[in-house]
T-cell receptor
């Protein structure tokens, strides 16, 4: 296992289109997180899963956003009817339930550009 | 790669010198803190963490200091190398929440 994997690395889409990103966490990690990062800012929390259950969603996650983790392994983040303000880096992270074991491991992110 | 943090505070140090990056956190209930390094086009990379029952923790060339009284965290990098050039973020977490809250990053530039 080489860490958290995210696909695609880059996505350019036209405003109004739907996009879906995939995250494959570290296999033994039961928690999976989605964050969004814009230029000049730290990552902002969007949502997290423990196994297949989505336990928390940020107010940043509007109705156009949906995340799933159907079998408690990989996760997808879908954005419907994309807007220019959705342009950002979308980061996935995973962790074990017990904090302090090396922190949260982040993937390299998916860079979304809405034109 | 694309730059991370175009308008971040910048710390410029000479190769071989020690670096100190500071962070003020906001939540007095936070009990776990992490420092991350982020290079252009990459996700944040774990450096070191510390729990609130500790004041200091050391790793390889890095030391994190925690002052809960003033809600301040610092990262010290010894003998800074060109490969240390990146944006550094502190992040906090409370026992009741799994999410991390990130602070404003600092860009570290290492000059030769």
């Amino acid at each position: 296992d080489t860490g958290v994997s995210q696909n695609p690395r880059h996505k350019i889409t036209k405003r109004g289109q739907n996009v879906t990103f995939r995250c494959d966490p570290i296999s033994e990690h039961n928690r999976l997180y989605w964050y969004r990062q814009t230029l000049g800012q730290g990552p902002e929390f969007l949502t997290y899963f423990q196994n297949e259950a989505q336990l928390e969603k940020s107010r940043l996650l509007s109705d156009r956003f949906s995340a799933e983790r159907p079998k408690g392994s990989f996760s997808t983040l879908e954005i419907q009817r994309t807007e220019q303000g959705d342009s950002a880096m979308y980061l996935c992270a995973s962790s074990l339930m017990d904090r302090g074991q090396g922190g949260y491991t982040f993937g390299s992110g998916t860079r979304l550009t809405v034109v | 790669g694309e730059s991370v943090g175009l308008h971040l505070p910048t710390l410029s140090v000479q190769e071989g010198d020690n670096s100190i990056i500071n962070c003020a956190y906001s939540n007095s209930a936070s009990d776990y803190f992490i420092w991350y390094k982020q290079e252009s086009g990459k996700g944040p990379q774990f450096i070191i963490d510390i729990r609130s029952n500790m004041d200091k923790r050391q790793g390889q060339r890095v030391t994190v200091l925690l002052n809960k009284t003033v809600k301040h965290l610092s990262l010290q990098i010894a003998a800074t190398q060109p490969g240390d050039s990146a944006v550094y973020f502190c992040a906090e977490n409370t026992g009741t929440a799994s999410k991390l809250t990130f602070g404003t990053g600092t860009r570290l530039q290492v000059t030769l």
